[in-house]
């Protein structure tokens, strides 16, 4: 999938930008705070249908005004034609999200159409955070490839919130109305199964693509791990749910499913989180996240200040993973144009540069790059 072309009106610090983009590598240079950031996330958003930072669509609106849109030409849909994907936000409205000349009725129907991965300073939460954040990584990476899943989740997580409200319902009275939770649990079956097999089956697949790509940026000096941990390993969920239907009476919560999966980040025989050092904690998400890539196929991939807090020869070898075959289209940003110049260089010695100042992106141009001799 490439993107030919952004439009952007009054997106967060960006009145108004009309970018065209190389089909490889495009640079995005500047201070912090000048708004590189915000031209990725509008990316994200016309892949994922919301930003990557912000919940609230209207405080992706520039402040004073009433009304954003972001439009991305887009080719690589199959048939070899192009294909505008437009999101409009105006405030105490409905968000409007538009492929071709056509509304979306459900915005779950656009995920996966534009895969995409972004690597940023953000991605810490999925060390220092709870399990939430760990298990939103996994959905995100199956649910672009495997529309299902996405559904089988949602049905899920509907269940379980409706579980969960009857269970808060019935604290008093338990004796009241308990067969209705025989009904959400009888129907929650079939969608944890369909989750528990599609995550233990990409975690499986996924471990030795992130184990080599970490292999190579690290120079093989450190042993990592993912380990996949779910109560459906060990035990019927029907037969889970009855056995601690009193407990969940008092919590209040389900206790049990598919919603308390763990996915486990070892450095070495320790969690990340306890052992790792600042740069091994990035190295270690940066090689998910390249990894994400590799298994989705080469999507859209956005690197938000990656080169922060990293050795140089840990950069160096960033640079030669990611200009490799494996990468299709990137977006990159960075307050030095130094660590760019030497990536466009690995990239064949072209790609394109954009200037970001207070909201305003120039472009550079094509920049031409000498190859080291």
């Not at 209207?58 to 402040?63: E, G, K, L, R, Y």
Request: charged residues 25%; aromatic residues 6%.
């Amino acid at each position: 999938m490439i993107l030919h072309e952004l439009n952007i009106l009054n997106y967060k610090n960006i009145r108004e930008a009309a970018l065209s983009f190389s089909d490889k590598l495009n640079c995005l240079v500047g201070l912090n705070g000048q708004g590189k950031t915000n031209v990725l996330d509008a990316i994200y958003l016309l892949s994922f249908t919301k930003s990557a930072f912000t919940a609230i669509d209207s405080q992706n609106i520039t402040h004073g005004e009433e009304l954003a849109m972001v439009q991305g030409l887009y080719a690589g849909f199959g048939d070899g034609t192009e294909e505008t994907i437009a999101c409009g936000i105006k405030r105490g409205v409905k968000k409007q999200f538009r492929r071709g000349k056509k509304d979306y009725k459900r915005l779950i129907d656009h995920i996966g159409l534009i895969p995409l991965v972004m690597i940023s300073p953000e991605d810490a939460h999925l060390i220092d955070d709870g399990s939430d954040e760990r298990r939103r990584f996994l959905d995100s990476v199956i649910a672009q490839q495997d529309r299902n899943y996405l559904e089988q989740l949602n049905r899920y997580n509907a269940l379980l919130k409706q579980r969960n409200a009857l269970l808060r319902q019935l604290a008093d009275r338990p004796q009241e109305d308990a067969g209705m939770l025989e009904i959400y649990e009888r129907q929650m079956i079939e969608p944890a199964g369909t989750i528990f097999a599609a995550r233990e089956r990409f975690v499986r697949d996924f471990i030795p693509v992130f184990q080599d790509i970490h292999a190579q940026i690290s120079g093989g000096n450190e042993q990592v791990a993912l380990r996949y941990v779910s109560q459906l390993h060990d035990r019927d969920l029907q037969e889970a749910f009855v056995r601690t239907r009193n407990r969940d009476l008092i919590l209040g919560w389900t206790s049990q499913g598919v919603h308390k999966d763990e996915l486990e980040m070892q450095l070495g025989d320790h969690l990340l989180r306890r052992v790792g050092s600042q740069g091994q904690q990035k190295t270690y998400l940066i090689a998910m996240k390249l990894a994400q890539a590799v298994c989705l196929g080469k999507p859209i991939l956005l690197l938000d200040d990656i080169f922060d807090r990293l050795d140089a020869e840990r950069v160096a070898r960033i640079i030669k993973v990611v200009g490799s075959e494996l990468f299709g289209q990137i977006f990159i940003t960075d307050t030095d144009r130094r660590y760019l110049t030497e990536l466009i260089r690995n990239n064949g010695g072209l790609g394109r540069v954009f200037h970001v100042e207070n909201g305003v992106i120039t472009p550079a141009g094509e920049q031409e790059v000498p190859r080291k001799s």
